[in-house]
DNA sequence: ACAATTACATAACAAATATCATATTTAAAA
DNA sequence: TTTTAAATATGATATTTGTTATGTAATTGT
């Protein structure tokens, strides 16, 4: 199995739901596409006719609220998808995504999609199971965002890059993000975000080399309020 | 047609989806339920079996954060459905409802759903666009309170409901909450939204009869950041 | 109607966070 | 490499928001 497959069975879990052919002629990939750091995937207010997989690299799903800052919704690493959304409904995306280092993705046409959408009603089922845990990620986000403190918000980013992304094989968060992006996730000022960290590291609950991040006391993190 | 009818045609566009008999069947209600004023509808971590659907009255679904204030993510009205993420998925709710007036509910058994969802593809397709419609809401949301200052935040709720909820006849908003929901719903502390609904009082943007707010200057309160 | 409770209101103060200014370090480009 | 630009870091200060306290008005229950 390609990498390509993967992804669409890790997001939809569509070992089940789809066919062997369904997934293979899904999985065909002929529009395989490569964006540099900083290169922007797409924008917020354009049609999409498809999902992007993203087969190697991170981005940042954002949006640009009226005070001109970007917040970041969602990181979205390999095996992920983009654009899930404009599948089932025709508006355009609310989101922007921005890779935040060199990556590898390949693109599936709306089309293809549909077709089994309409067909296999499994299918069906299995994306509205996945939508609806977005959804509450997304719910509980906003709660997170609406009611702890920026320095709790920072704390469990870090914890949840950890725990979702790993490390490298020196211990280093194999995110690498600056620190402007740690800012616009938790929905902070870049100096907040600056500050926090330059006190986790004082305290010892991280300790960094460049912009890598290691987490020494995860424990520590977790209690901060 | 009756209510109970056409609060599954609001939220599920079913219409086109369902045939007659189904939307009949479904419709049936067999389980009429009244809850009064703060009345607990189901919890956070409940198992739902089904779906309520409001046919009078107002609720707020909710999340307690870990710092033990409860932060408003929806307000549901007659035709709005409570529990629908419990359709598709098996996992506990993650937020509670509580009746913020007198209600009448009726409720549908998830069997009655789930019976259609795996018969009719099209009926599947438009509940998971309607999903795709509330992740996008959250999305926005989580963006406006990351970015948005109180006042502000304040300022757009009380539009919001203007805009979704309108008015009773003599101009007040027919949504009527308690400064305490109000500061739950843009995650504040209630002394703040007090302070800051006074301020827009004193403004002259909006003017008060009890617990009733009637907007008057909507672009003043467009304007505010 | 009355007491008791709850909601609303306001002020004074404390804490958190944003903004502005300015180094210093790091990365990118010439 | 050298130069330039960008990212990181930190302090001082302003603003926003939370907390505590206290009082008044409105509801509720008896």
């Known amino acids: 199995m390609n990498r390509c497959e993967s992804c669409i069975v890790k997001e939809f879990n569509s070992l089940k739901?789809?066919?062997?052919?369904?997934?293979?002629?899904?999985?065909?990939?002929?529009?395989?596409?490569?964006?540099?750091?900083?290169?922007?995937?797409?924008?917020?207010?354009?049609?999409?006719?498809?999902?992007?997989?993203?087969k190697d690299g991170v981005c940042k799903l954002s949006k640009l609220s009226e005070n001109g800052k970007d917040q970041v919704v969602k990181l979205v690493v390999k095996g992920g998808l983009l654009?899930?959304?404009?599948?089932?409904?025709?508006?355009?995306?609310?989101?922007?995504?921005?890779?935040?280092?060199?990556?590898?993705?390949?693109?599936i046409p709306k089309s293809e999609i549909m077709a089994d959408l309409k067909k296999n009603p499994n299918f069906t089922l299995d994306v509205l199971q996945k939508m609806a845990g977005d959804l509450r990620d997304s719910e509980d986000t906003l709660v997170d965002m609406a009611q702890k403190p920026v320095k709790q918000r920072i704390a469990e980013t870090l914890l949840y890059i950890l725990d979702n992304f790993g490390t490298d094989e020196d211990g280093y968060l194999s995110i690498v993000i600056s620190r402007e992006d740690y800012a616009s996730i938790v929905g902070t000022a870049t100096e907040s975000a600056i500050r926090i960290l330059s006190h986790f590291k004082k305290e010892g609950f991280i300790s960094t080399s460049g912009k890598k991040i290691k987490i020494e006391e995860p424990k520590a993190l977790k209690w901060i309020q």
């Not at 490569?34 to 993203?54: A, D, H, R, T, Y």
């Not at 599948?87 to 993705?105: C, F, G, K, R, Y």
């Open 17 to 54: 739901a789809l066919t062997r052919d369904e997934l293979m002629r899904i999985s065909s990939c002929k529009t395989g596409k490569l964006f540099k750091k900083g290169e922007i995937i797409f924008e917020e207010g354009e049609i999409l006719n498809g999902v992007f997989c993203v």
């Open 83 to 107: 654009g899930k959304r404009s599948i089932v409904s025709d508006e355009t995306t609310n989101l922007s995504a921005v890779a935040l280092n060199d990556m590898e993705m390949c693109f």
